[in-house]
């Protein structure tokens, strides 16, 4: 089994946050963040193994998707 990271720091104008990583889409995180972008002041950061998310948007997103089951989907 794979041991893929689950979170992904990102610092956006010298605040430091972790977020979800992204499993589709053509950004790195759960919530749209690029992470890699200087031209808008975003820049990757180290993250700890275990670190907790402290993301507001990735635990919005992660909420609401969590009301749905594998039943509801065709």
């Not at 610092?11 to 889409?25: K, P, Q, W």
Request: glycine share 10%; hydrophobic share 35%.
């Amino acid at each position: 089994m794979s041991r893929r990271a689950k979170t992904m720091a990102v610092v956006s104008d010298g605040v430091r946050e972790v977020h979800a990583i992204s499993l589709t889409g053509s950004y790195e995180t759960l919530c749209g963040v690029d992470g890699n972008d200087d031209g808008i002041g975003q820049t990757p950061s180290l993250s700890i193994p275990g670190e907790k998310i402290t993301c507001a948007q990735c635990l919005l997103i992660w909420t609401e998707a969590m009301r749905y089951r594998k039943e509801d989907f065709a």
